[in-house]
């Protein structure tokens, strides 16, 4: 585990920055696909955590969710508006052929969210900001004392900055003024659920469709 700001760490992935997880805290920020329970178990030994938290229901995201939660017994967080998607393991998908077919596949576990969270919520020193687009109930965190953003999946970085795929967003000009909203933030340390971190204040607005 690797600490990146006072209170926050990103765990080790494989391959390193494909799909993250935090702790910011005592609280897990995702919990990456199905196969990445043992991973995270490890990496959070002799840790503290007292709660779990989803960014949004795409199940690279909540993949370990269940195992997680069972195995610490802590609850689970996310947003409102996704709650319904975790505790059925139902993502809501975009239009079109591609994200019909991969709701096809096999969801990872279902389980029961503990709290819904909304627009002013406080989390381990973080306020969570309402950024809907990518999934009806997305959230992102952000500390203003120090400009940490934790953005899920509003900006990915696989390589460089930019939306998510839209095959795989529910609503894309819903989640450009989510990713106008954070980027006018200029946040000194921008964190993703994709790709490395990234310290350019400035980055996040060059990555926002110009005419959106």
Request: aromatic content about 6%.
């Amino acid at each position: 585990m690797r600490e990146l700001a006072p209170g926050v760490h990103q765990l080790l992935g494989k391959p390193p920055h494909f799909v993250n997880a935090y702790l910011v805290g005592d609280v897990l920020v995702d919990a990456g696909t199905p196969a990445s329970r043992r991973r995270i178990l490890r990496d959070l030994s002799g840790h503290k955590v007292s709660a779990h938290l989803v960014t949004h229901a795409h199940p690279d995201h909540f993949g370990s969710s269940a195992a997680v939660c069972e195995e610490l017994g802590v609850p689970l967080w996310t947003g409102a508006k996704d709650a319904e998607a975790i505790e059925t393991a139902t993502p809501v998908t975009g239009p079109g052929r591609i994200p019909k077919l991969m709701s096809k596949m096999p969801m990872p576990p279902a389980w029961q969210v503990g709290r819904g969270l909304a627009e002013g919520d406080e989390v381990a020193g973080f306020e969570v900001l309402d950024t809907p687009g990518h999934s009806p109930g997305h959230i992102a965190l952000w500390r203003e004392s120090d400009r940490v953003l934790l953005c899920g999946d509003v900006f990915i970085r696989l390589p460089k900055v930019r939306e998510p795929w839209s095959f795989l967003t529910v609503d894309i000009a819903e989640n450009r003024s989510s990713m106008r909203r954070l980027a006018e933030l200029r946040p000194e340390l921008a964190l993703f659920g994709h790709g490395k971190p990234l310290r350019d204040p400035e980055r996040l607005s060059r990555a926002v469709p110009s005419g959106s």
